[in-house]
């Protein structure tokens, strides 16, 4: 079955440095996601992404965070200097397949990179 | 308001009976109430997933029912079994949201008992 990959797996970091959490998409799909877990919370949205663009954000989303598709694959997030406040599980989540609006709907989500911030 | 409110917030049920834990929203444009399970150190995956034009879908053991007047949902598990014990979103998108962000409850840590 497909799956959404994420690396690393967990990363520990010091406050204030710059960090790239990966994700390999399913292939076929055409939204990708980054949503955030604090240990013990809800999951909670981040970013979408579509046609090679940001296509909505919230507000956790702010001017220290970006997203890039390097490439055909990769579905990067980057958070410029990390706070304490980041620490967090980061999942990438990916969805739609040839087009079908109920393709949209079905949210895959990989197994997630554990962000501690030190 | 782009609130899912999930009730209980753990639930200990024990093997062959019915987990129930519901969801309730404000937000008429969602249309669109998926259940995601989610086990320790994994990501969350789809369980099941509801339209408001029903009042009830069901795949195995698993029920969603809705009620679209009172804008609550829930999720019903019967027979549980130790297996299913995992943590449980509900969760809802938005009619007009194309990119299919999704709205998530604060989740139910269901234990299932021997």
């Known amino acids: 079955e497909p799956e959404v990959t994420q690396t690393p797996s967990h990363q520990v970091t010091q406050m204030g440095q710059e960090v790239i959490l990966r994700c390999v998409p399913i292939?076929?799909?055409?939204?990708f996601y980054w949503y955030r877990q604090i240990l013990g919370q809800k999951v909670e949205f981040l970013v979408s992404?579509?046609?090679?663009?940001?296509?909505?954000k919230s507000e956790i989303f702010d001017d220290q965070f970006s997203v890039e598709r390097p490439d055909g694959s990769n579905f990067t997030l980057k958070i410029r200097s990390t706070k304490l406040e980041d620490s967090a599980m980061y999942f990438c989540?990916?969805?739609?397949?040839?087009?079908?609006?109920?393709?949209?709907?079905?949210?895959?989500f990989g197994a997630g990179s554990r962000l501690t911030v030190l | 308001q782009q609130q899912v409110k999930q009730s209980p917030q753990s639930l200990i049920v024990q093997k062959g009976g019915i987990s129930i834990i519901n969801c309730a929203y404000e937000?008429?444009?969602?249309?669109?109430f998926p259940w995601y399970q989610q086990f320790p150190g994994k990501g969350p995956a789809l369980l099941i997933a509801?339209?408001?034009?029903?009042s009830e879908k069901k795949e195995g053991r698993f029920t969603i029912s809705f009620n679209k007047s009172a804008k609550q949902f829930s999720l019903h598990i019967m027979d549980s079994q130790p297996g299913d014990s995992a943590t449980y979103f509900c969760?809802?998108?938005?009619?007009?949201?194309?990119?299919?962000?999704?709205?998530f409850g604060q989740g139910t840590e269901l234990s299932v008992k021997p």
């Open positions: 989540a990916s969805s739609g397949g040839t087009g079908a609006l109920s393709g949209a709907n079905v949210l895959t």
């Open positions: 292939s076929n799909h055409l939204y």
């Open positions: 992404f579509y046609n090679n663009e940001i296509s909505e």
């Open positions: 937000n008429t444009a969602f249309d669109y």
């Open positions: 509801i339209r408001p034009d029903v």
């Open positions: 969760a809802a998108r938005g009619r007009y949201n194309q990119g299919g962000k999704l709205i």
